[in-house]
């Protein structure tokens, strides 16, 4: 998919991609693996107030990830010149 010479672009996109999506994963981690099992042990009443947690706080960080993998797929796309043949 990303045949020909790669540009400064296409390594600045990929960076942002590998970043954007380590970010992700370990929101997504931090939000359905940990906070369920040490909170909860905590707080009784924590599944009652998770949809309130999760879209006041975590929701404009996982649409800002998702927006950068985005912008890194399409960095990294635009960043391949085509070599002459």
Do not use: E, N
């Amino acid at each position: 998919m990303f045949k020909g010479r790669r540009t400064s672009l296409f390594w600045f996109g990929l960076s942002v991609l590998a970043l954007a999506s380590i970010g992700l994963c370990l929101m997504l981690g931090l939000i359905f693996i940990y906070y369920p099992t040490h909170y909860q042990q905590m707080h009784w009443d924590y599944l009652t107030y998770f949809p309130t947690y999760f879209w006041q706080y975590y929701i404009w960080q996982i649409i800002g990830a998702a927006t950068l993998i985005v912008a890194g797929f399409f960095m990294m796309k635009f960043g391949t010149k085509k070599t002459p043949q």
